[in-house]
Structures are given as C-alpha cells and as structure tokens.
DNA sequence: ACCATATATAACCCTTTGGTTATGCGTGAG
DNA sequence: CTCACGCATAACCAAAGGGTTATATATGGT
C-alpha cells in the first residue's frame, strides 16, 4: 500500500459518520439510501462521505439500475490494520518495559533510563 | 475511550509527519528538537503537530529543565487498533466468504470470476 | 547580567473538509 | 411519454488543517 493511501484510510476512519456507515456495512451490502438513512444529514452529505470512503479504496460500488450497491472492501482496512498493530503491540510491550522499569527502580531517581532498543 | 478520542485518533494518524514521529518514538523518548531534524519544516510547526498528538493521547510531555521529553502512550492506539481489528477480521471473513463463493461458482459454470485479484 | 538554546504562541495564508441548497441525469413505473 | 425515484454534481459557506514568519517565555551557560 502506498504511503498516501494510508493517510486516506486513517482520515477516512477519522470521521464517525463514515465509521458508523462502515459499521452497517459490516452487515452486508446496501445501497445508498439505507446506509444514509441512520444518519441525520442531507443526501448530498452522505454521497460526499461515500466518495471520501471509495477514494481511500474501503468501499465499491456497483451500479445495479438506478441504485448503487455499496460493499466493503477489507483490504485497505486489513493493510492498516497491519501498520497500526504492528506499533501497537511495540508500544504496549515499551510501555510495560517502562512500567516495570519505573516500579523496580522506584527509589533511584531522575535518570534517564536511555534509549531502548531497536527493531 | 470515548467516541471523539477515535476521531482525534485516527486523524492524527492521518498525517505522514505525524506517524514518523511516532515512528521515531518508538525507539524511545526524546526531546522535541531531535523529533523535528527528520522532518523538513519549520520548528512550530512540528510544535504544531506534537500539539495533535498530545490531544489525541497518543504522547506524553515531560518539562525537563528547558527541553521537553517525549515518549509514546500506547493506549489509545492499542483502543484504536481493537476497534479497526474488530472490523479488519470481520471483513476479512467476509471477503474470503465472496471468494469462496465466486470460486465454487466458478467451478459448476466453467467461467471466470474474474473480478477479485488474489492478494 | 547577558546571550544562546529549546520550545511555545500569535498572526496570517491557503487548501481541505463537511455541511448546505439547487440542479442534473439515468432508470423504473404507470 | 411522463413522472417519480435514486443518486451525483455544482456552487457556496464556515471551520479546521498544515504551513509560514515573527515573537515570547523559560532555562542554561559564561
């Protein structure tokens, strides 16, 4: 995944009206009114969201007559999924290193305890 | 977490600076001048994007004579990473789910599903 | 006391975002 | 054919985002 298409999926994920629309997407694909439904804006609003959502590349849409079926599409939600666990999981484990760290050493005060290692 | 934080979250993951930094971070806390030399741009705003990070919880601040150090929180990106998790595994089921069903399909007409690339 | 260093804040600029209303366009129904 | 429906697009607006330069604040060094 391009570095930019991160930056999509995490500003496309930044908004709860898209969240909430990923939410019912989570339970099969709909067309454009049902999904819009749940949300109190106008229609404009909801096809705006909808593009934002297809530009990150989570959802596809086909056209099926005058109605446009919207689906999930997992993989760029799978891809940053991947980016943000990775670090989550680094950083939980730094962050329980630090923990212990700071309760074995309560009383030894002040200094620095230094760079931890690489990846 | 409350459902704002998500959105302060996600948003500051948006930002390709922003996640070098934490990045960065990961490699254990700093101080504000070492998190900016990577980054071409002036000094505030750096300050600016440290400023996002710290309202989204992602980092903590300590004055430490006049040097600020910085050092990751993980836990709203450990909140972060369960929510999208939730929906990465559910999508994911519920694409190989369509994959399975193109191929099956496939297989008793003798065409192509064509459609979906192998990832 | 003075100057340099580390960082924040202010003021400003342009672009993007998220909403609106009004309108257009293709499709299905009668 | 004509009309209603489902959706997109256009034009507009206020607010937020990401950058800048200039300035302020606090600390450290000499």
Redesign the pocket.
């Known amino acids: 995944m391009r570095e930019g298409q991160l930056d999509l999926v995490f500003?496309a994920l930044?908004?709860p009206?898209r969240r909430g629309m990923l939410e019912q997407l989570a339970d099969g694909e709909t067309?454009?009114?049902t999904l819009?439904e749940p949300h109190d804006?106008?229609?404009?609003?909801?096809?705006?969201?909808?593009?934002?959502l297809e530009r990150a590349g989570l959802i596809q849409?086909t056209?099926s007559?005058?109605?446009?079926r919207i689906r999930i599409d997992p993989r760029p939600i799978d891809a940053a999924s991947t980016w943000i666990g990775r670090y989550a999981r680094f950083w939980k484990q730094q962050f329980d290193a630090v923990d212990a760290y700071l309760e074995a050493h309560a009383k030894k005060t002040g200094k620095n305890p230094g760079k931890r290692p690489k990846r």
């Open positions: 500003s930044a908004d009206t067309n454009v009114g819009a804006m106008s229609q404009p609003a909801v096809s705006k969201h909808l593009r934002v849409r056209r007559g005058r109605e446009h």
